[in-house]
């Protein structure tokens, strides 16, 4: 069985899976990969990207968009927001999903680490810097690179140039990859509504020792900056026709 909203549903539970799940192999006591820094935790997000990808289409999603920040800048490219509401649902369940598997592979270590802001940072976004404007800013320019950049990678004048079937989930992943490493210093990179609430609604339900705040003050720049830089890279998209 297939379908569009399946793709998006298991595409984005192995992204959050894996995404997650690299951070806490990082961030968790005890763990194997404990203190391998932040290039191990971009690269494995630009994996989970890729490998999210892949799942989606082979699922039924040709989209793949894992993201609502894509779908909305899509949506706008387009004029067509058909499918905004059920892929958002996906996504949001998916990412739920995807989280609780986090905490249930990595089940031993949230007792053995006893900073609950190391917890956190395992299902969502924090800042480096708390500042409200400037955190939200960095999130909008962050996930505007994204979606213009994907959407420039589907492009017509791209695919003319004949690019290989296959090959776009790789490159994807590799724009994932340099947005971290660019542009995620600030925020961490939410760049993904779905990526930062449905994780940090999954911190606030689940039994983790000690986990303290799921610090929703902060939820907003991560949901609603990306929201905004996707729908203007949507704009941009729309006036360069691509």
């Not at 005890?30 to 082979?58: D, L, N, P, R």
């Not at 950049?149 to 776009?168: K, N, P």
């Not at 779905?194 to 999954?202: E, G, L, Q, T």
Request: glycine share 12%.
């Amino acid at each position: 069985m297939s379908s569009p909203i399946l793709g998006e549903f298991f595409g984005t539970m192995i992204l959050i899976l894996m995404g997650d799940g690299v951070v806490a192999g990082v961030l968790l006591k005890k763990s194997k990969a404990e203190g391998s820094g932040w290039m191990v935790i971009t690269a494995g997000w630009a994996f989970a990207v890729m490998c999210g990808v892949f799942t989606a289409i082979a699922i039924g999603s040709s989209d793949a968009h894992l993201n609502p920040a894509v779908t909305l800048g899509f949506a706008v490219r387009t004029g067509n927001f058909a499918k905004f509401a059920p892929y958002l649902a996906a996504q949001m369940l998916g990412a739920f999903v995807g989280a609780i598997l986090v905490w249930v592979h990595y089940y031993p270590h949230w007792r053995e680490t006893p900073d609950a802001r190391l917890k956190l940072a395992c299902f969502c976004n924090t800042p480096a810097i708390r500042n409200y404007a400037s955190n939200m800013v960095s999130e909008i320019i962050a996930t505007f690179v994204l979606v213009f950049v994907v959407g420039a990678i589907f492009s017509r004048e791209v695919s003319s140039t004949g690019l290989a079937a296959g090959l776009a989930p790789y490159l994807v992943g590799s724009l994932v990859w340099g947005v971290g490493l660019s542009l995620g210093g600030p925020t961490g990179y939410a760049i993904n509504p779905a990526r930062d609430f449905a994780p940090r609604v999954a911190h606030a339900v689940l039994p983790i020792p000690g986990k303290g705040s799921s610090d929703w003050a902060y939820a907003s720049v991560a949901i609603v900056g990306p929201l905004i830089g996707g729908a203007l890279a949507g704009l941009a998209m729309r006036w360069f026709n691509f």
